[in-house]
């Protein structure tokens, strides 16, 4: 694996932060067994998740830079521009927390919702709290599940930023080379792209070949929601960007 593969460790570290944050708002709705996410629990929860994201988002930067400085460094003794401070806006951030947020609020709304309905009013205590502990553990893996990509997204959207400030021009699309990647990003391992350019197309269905439950070759399909410019491509994901230097 590439070295600054290694950076992400920096996610894991800060992970079980955003985790413990964002599922005592998840907790919180399903012990109020809410149905509907309302806007004041969709803040909540954006207050919670934006701390960690935005100073992830700028040592994610800081690292990058040092990362290709170095490696520039040793290809041209001489860079124009290079030591100047850079300064770093949240609007993308902001934007990207709250979506994220009010997206898992309103899933999880509507599995307390269909839930309910399915034990009907006729639901012993027993089965309620059976059904209340199913939910909390729901919430629980969401959280889990937000804190890793919202980690890695920050770190990735940081170095975004400071490749384009440093003039890199090219990134390379890297899995964690393993058993565990996922066939579309195994299909982007080692991808160029023009920095700016998508590594996919947001509503551009992604088709792979794969393999079913049954070990039966299959065509996949995934279509992402927005225009991918690095990493994650899916929940969960563990794939890096890393700056080609000529």
């Not at 960690?52 to 521009?81: H, Q």
Request: hydrophobic share 40%; with cysteine; charged share 25%.
């Amino acid at each position: 694996m590439p070295k600054l593969c290694s950076d992400y460790r920096l996610c894991d570290r800060t992970a079980p932060k955003i985790m413990s944050s964002v599922q005592a708002v998840l907790h919180a709705m399903v012990k109020s067994k809410e149905r509907k996410a309302s806007k004041a629990r969709i803040q909540q929860f954006h207050h919670a998740l934006l701390p960690y994201i935005a100073s992830l988002f700028a040592d994610g930067s800081n690292r990058i830079e040092r990362y290709v400085t170095g490696k520039v460094k040793k290809a041209a003794p001489v860079i124009p521009g290079f030591g100047a401070d850079l300064e770093w806006t949240l609007p993308d951030i902001d934007d990207w927390t709250w979506n994220i947020a009010s997206s898992s609020t309103a899933s999880l709304a509507d599995e307390i919702n269909d839930a309910l309905l399915d034990l009907g009013e006729d639901a012993t205590l027993g089965e309620r709290g059976e059904e209340l502990e199913r939910l909390l553990g729901l919430s629980t893996n969401k959280a889990r599940m937000i804190a890793r990509t919202s980690s890695i997204w920050a770190y990735n959207e940081g170095s975004l930023d400071a490749m384009e400030e440093m003039g890199v021009q090219v990134v390379e699309w890297q899995t964690g080379g393993d058993d565990l990647v996922c066939p579309f990003c195994s299909a982007l391992n080692g991808v160029r792209v023009e920095l700016g350019t998508p590594f996919a197309e947001g509503g551009v269905e992604l088709e792979v070949e794969g393999t079913n439950a049954k070990g039966k070759s299959v065509t996949l399909s995934m279509t992402p929601y927005l225009d991918v410019y690095h990493p994650p491509l899916h929940p969960n994901c563990r794939c890096a960007m890393l700056p080609v230097i000529k």
